[in-house]
């Protein structure tokens, strides 16, 4: 297959943010999978322009300079204003780039719907490389990306799966990391699933008590006692650890196939997690190990108190369980490469080549 130049522009405010993508980019370099890598971290580099225009002109000389095959693209949206002359601007340099629009964000119908800059940019857009399918990747398609492509959420082992004995002694049975945001400051209005998330909390905490904690930031925790404030994200796994299972409520959960990275952080922790189902699960995560699905908070109580009857030797097997599926499954290396795949064989070899990938692809054409 066609060996890329590949231009990778991440969503990351501060330089080096995007550890999994950078990481596994970076190996496929090393590989010869890529001819040419070049990151350029735009809103980094807006920082350092005088004004936005001068940022656009900027990103567009780098562009020009390392005339690319492939332009991947992160997280395009209203807080980095551009239209569609501009994409087509970027695709016009000599070397004819692909260009590659990538959001692990989930977006609503109603609530934090797809902005006017995300669909100029999904106007000029080769391929869409989406995390969740259904209304939002219809409503992809109906700002005009030519491609949708479904690739799920993971994590990176730079900073988690560190693995390391398990304590046989923990301070809490169960923990949930989650934020619990108001929409315009309005007391029990939460972002989709944000309702549910809290009822599953509360109901932890009156059957548990202080065995059950949440941390996370957001007005609707304000004034639960269970709440112990908002972690730093390089944390989660020395927390999760603390417990013997782990709890999460989605936020948008009607999206079908999308879970946010508090799935695979959770797994690749080592400690069996329980969260909520969502329509498609079980394609993209039918082979899951360590993960229980519910379909309610009362079915989240009752999952967590059986998983809390077991021997603490099984919750630990059940744990290294869900380690091994995360790690070979949920790897932001693994999850990129299949990508990068993907884009080499749809846009620039069309079928030819996939008799290369000697592993079940994790990203779908839809």
């Not at 300079?65 to 693209?73: C, G, K, M, R, Y």
């Not at 909520?276 to 993209?284: A, C, L």
Request: proline share 6%; with cysteine.
């Amino acid at each position: 297959m066609k060996r890329l130049r590949f231009f990778y522009v991440p969503n990351e405010a501060v330089e080096g943010d995007q550890v999994g993508p950078r990481k596994a980019f970076g190996l496929l370099h090393a590989q010869g999978v890529f001819s040419a890598y070049m990151v350029y971290s735009y809103l980094v580099e807006r920082t350092r322009a005088s004004s936005h225009a001068q940022a656009l002109e900027r990103l567009h000389a780098a562009v020009e300079a390392f005339q690319p095959d492939v332009i991947f693209f992160q997280h395009l949206n209203g807080s980095y204003p551009v239209d569609s002359a501009y994409i087509r601007r970027l695709k016009s340099v000599a070397s004819r780039p692909r260009f590659v629009w990538h959001d692990p964000d989930p977006y609503g119908r109603f609530i934090k719907p797809v902005d006017p800059v995300m669909k100029a940019a999904l106007a000029e857009t080769d391929l869409a490389v989406v995390k969740g399918l259904g209304y939002f990747s219809a409503a992809v398609r109906r700002a005009g990306a030519r491609r949708v492509l479904f690739a799920p959420e993971s994590f990176d082992d730079e900073r988690f799966a560190r693995g390391g004995a398990p304590a046989t002694t923990r301070p809490l049975d169960a923990v949930m990391i989650a934020n619990l945001t108001c929409l315009k400051r309005i007391p029990f209005l939460f972002m989709p699933g944000g309702r549910s998330r809290k009822t599953t909390a509360r109901l932890m905490h009156r059957a548990h008590g202080d065995r059950f904690a949440v941390y996370g930031a957001g007005q609707g925790w304000r004034g639960e006692p269970y709440c112990r404030g908002p972690i730093a994200f390089n944390q989660q796994e020395t927390v999760i650890r603390s417990a013997w299972i782990s709890m999460n409520w989605s936020q948008f959960d009607e999206i079908p196939f999308y879970f946010s990275d508090r799935l695979p952080i959770s797994l690749a922790a080592g400690v069996p997690h329980v969260t909520n189902h969502q329509r498609g699960f079980e394609h993209v995560l039918r082979d899951a190990r360590g993960v229980f699905f519910v379909h309610s908070p009362a079915e989240a109580l009752d999952a967590a108190d059986w998983l809390l009857s077991l021997p603490r030797e099984q919750l630990v097997e059940i744990g290294q369980q869900g380690l091994d599926y995360a790690r070979e499954r949920l790897n932001a290396t693994r999850v990129y490469r299949d990508v990068v795949t993907a884009i080499r064989e749809q846009l620039f070899e069309g079928a030819a080549g996939a008799h290369e990938r000697h592993d079940e692809p994790l990203v779908t054409t839809v």
